[in-house]
């Protein structure tokens, strides 16, 4: 899947040496240049420096305003932030809109306070853009391989020591908020689908895993 960045994820990942995360699981990355200008290089210059060789070694593509005039759809993205321009932060509004407008398929980002861009995708109140946090990608990774739920959690750890000193997540809580949000009880057709297709294709026993998860979850 291709994937539009917010800078938030961005900063996470790259300050704890996670960047893999952003490529394992996306064939494309996308930022808009709105983003890469005003909000990452000011908000942490040395990731930004460290993000710019991945664009300058294509691995991320930024896209500009004149490249949307080009692909004929600067008109598009325009109405997507008129339309959202409520909803979220100028920063998010913007990786929103470009995912809406070019037919990107995710939207990754660790703004996930209620009602907040990661919130509304999940619920679905914004159509064809699935979201994913740091630690949904950590879930995705755990579940994939032979890593241990004591394994996720270290990882999600140092994710949130290196770059969440003064507002850390919790690692129970947004645990237990990704399994329900997969599950069949909770989750959306949409979400359901995915994990069950992602799932399928990598022969993963997801229910063994989730089952480890929640007996480590019991004793944290």
Known sequence: ???????????????????????SYCDELYMHEY????????????????????VKNRNINIVTNSD??????KTTFER????????FDTGELYAVAL????????FLSDDTKEFGPHDTLVRGMI?????????????LKYI?????????HKQFQEVTLSSMIGYPMNFRNRMLTTVKRFSNKHGTKRDIDWISEFCYNRN??????????????ETI
């Open 1 to 23: 899947m291709d994937a539009s960045l917010d800078t938030d994820i961005v900063i996470h990942l790259y300050k704890s040496n996670k960047r893999d995360l952003l490529f």
């Open 35 to 54: 983003l890469l200008e005003n909000e990452l290089k000011r908000k942490s210059y040395p990731v930004h420096e460290q993000f710019m060789i991945d």
């Open 68 to 73: 949307l005039i080009k692909l004929g759809v």
């Open 80 to 87: 997507h932030l008129i339309e959202n321009d409520l909803l």
């Open 99 to 106: 995912a809406k407008t070019m037919g990107i398929a995710a």
């Open 127 to 139: 159509e064809d853009v699935i979201p994913f946090a740091f630690y949904e990608l950590l879930f």
């Open 144 to 152: 994939e391989t032979d890593q241990t739920p004591e394994d996720l």
């Open 204 to 217: 993963i026993n997801y229910k063994d895993k989730v089952n480890k998860l929640r007996r480590h979850l």
